[in-house]
């Protein structure tokens, strides 16, 4: 799990001066329109649309980005239809990758995810070839300095949070799927800000990686998340600090 934890948490770090700003923007507009088409506009009675929407905003997504993507999503603005598609496959060194997508064209995507991952040293698998080693759960970030330790920790697991575990500077709360939604609603209903939420795939075992291989899989980790199409990249590696230290830098 740690693995995910600190690919997510750099990802974060990374888009407060991330060139590419617009490109994530393009992302959360992508899932904030199909939460919107399938479960209605309103946030209040669409859990996936809120969650959507907030992951947004803690990236500072204006609010005038997010209400449009919601309107393309009811059908009261234009938009191109994407559609959710999920993709596995391997890494250099043979970590596991599944990555969760959202496209207007599954043929364009899936030539384009082979290419990337042939030329990076990694390979497109079947259906199910990697899902076995993942395991849904939600995963919740609270900013360490911006909140009581205690509360989260004491409104977390009365929902039914499985694990909390701080790492620096982030408080990372881990529940079963069925059990996000309730947890996310504790923490504010007790004040407590959260800085992301997601429903995740976790690995069950994780793959360490060293050395070279270790850059291998950093590269094509960052290439894949830079992909237009790639909604979300989930892997079992486990690097060593000063290997994550690296990429925090790039």
């Known amino acids: 799990m740690a693995g995910h934890n600190k690919w997510s948490k750099i990802k974060r770090q990374k888009a407060v001066t991330d060139k590419v700003r617009g490109k994530m923007f393009a992302k959360f507009g992508r899932e904030i329109a199909v939460a919107a088409r399938e479960g209605g506009g309103d946030v209040d009675f669409n859990p996936r649309l809120r969650t959507a929407v907030d992951s947004a905003r803690a990236q500072s997504m204006p609010n005038e980005n997010i209400d449009r993507a919601i309107k ?15 993709y596995e496959g391997y890494g250099p060194g043979g970590v596991a990758l599944y990555l969760e997508c959202l496209t207007d064209n599954q043929k364009r995507t899936v030539a384009e995810l082979r290419h990337l991952l042939d030329k990076k040293g990694g390979n497109l698998g079947q259906n199910g070839s990697v899902a076995w080693m993942f395991e849904r759960k939600g995963q919740i970030y609270l900013d360490a300095e911006h909140c009581d330790e205690e509360l989260a920790l004491e409104a977390a697991l009365e929902a039914g949070g499985e694990d909390f ?32 939420a997601e429903l995740a795939m976790i690995p069950s075992n994780t793959m360490k ?22 909604l979300k990249v989930y892997s079992n590696v486990d690097l060593e ?5 690296a990429m925090e830098s790039n």
């Open 165 to 196: 575990a701080s790492e620096g500077g982030t408080h990372v709360v881990t529940t079963a799927a069925v059990d996000f939604h309730a947890v996310v609603r504790s923490l504010r209903e007790a004040n407590i800000p959260i800085a992301e």
């Open 209 to 230: 990686t060293e050395g070279r291989d270790a850059e291998k899989v950093i590269d094509i980790l960052m290439a894949l998340d830079e992909h237009d199409d790639v």
């Open 72 to 86: 393309r999503g009811t059908g009261d603005l234009p938009g191109v239809a994407f559609e959710e598609v999920t």
């Open 241 to 245: 600090e000063a290997d994550w230290a």
